[in-house]
Each structure stands twice: as C-alpha cells, then as structure tokens.
C-alpha cells in the first residue's frame, strides 16, 4: 500500500525508502497500488492516492481484507473502483492529479 503514497514522491524517495522502481511505475499507470502477502500471507490490500492542490499526495483510499476475499480474480476491479474513487475526490477537493496538472499547464 505504501506505493499508492510513494509511487509520486519521484525516483529520490523510492531510492531512500528502498522501493523497486518497476512497481512504482506499475502503480502509476494502473493509479493504485496492490500488497497481497507481502507482510502476512492471509491479507492483501490495495490503495489509490488522493492528490492535494500542487498535485502531491496527501490521502489514500484503501481496502484491507483476507486474501480469500482480495486476491487475484478481482484486486484488479477495486484497484480500479479506488482509483476512479479518488480521482473524484481529488477533483471535489480542490486537488489535482499530477498528469492532469501537466495536460493543463500546456492547454493554458
């Protein structure tokens, strides 16, 4: 869960945390991050990150639950449901998603 805060940190914090950059441009594209039984083997969770108004990190929303219930046949579906999830809540607070940042500093 820690990629869906640090995947936007930039290539500095991923080395200082010891993070692997190929999951943390995994978690870029997809928008949210998945851990199944990476710290115990009966639970997964996946986030997605919530951005302030410079584009910055500042909430997540995550599911925890038992593997048996979070696992591969449908972490994908609510990765996806959180991260369309705080993309809105983004947007409702005034915040910013750091491609949406970049598409509209070239629109203006």
Same mark, same amino acid.
């Given at each position: ?63 925890? $639950? ?38 509209? $500093?070239? $629109?203006?």
């Amino acid at each position: 869960m820690a990629h869906a805060f640090h995947a936007w940190a930039g290539p500095a914090e991923a080395d200082r945390l010891g993070l692997p950059g190929r999951d943390l441009d995994a978690t870029r594209v997809l928008g949210y991050g998945t851990g199944t039984g990476e710290h115990d083997p009966i639970r997964s969770a996946v986030a997605a990150p919530i951005f302030d108004a410079r584009g910055r990190v500042c909430l997540a929303l995550c599911s925890l $639950a038992f593997s048996s219930e979070l696992n591969d046949t449908n972490i994908a579906q609510v990765g996806a449901r959180l991260r369309d999830h705080g993309r809105r809540v983004t947007a409702r607070t005034g915040g910013v998603v750091p491609d949406d940042r970049a598409q509209r $500093a070239h $629109a203006s």
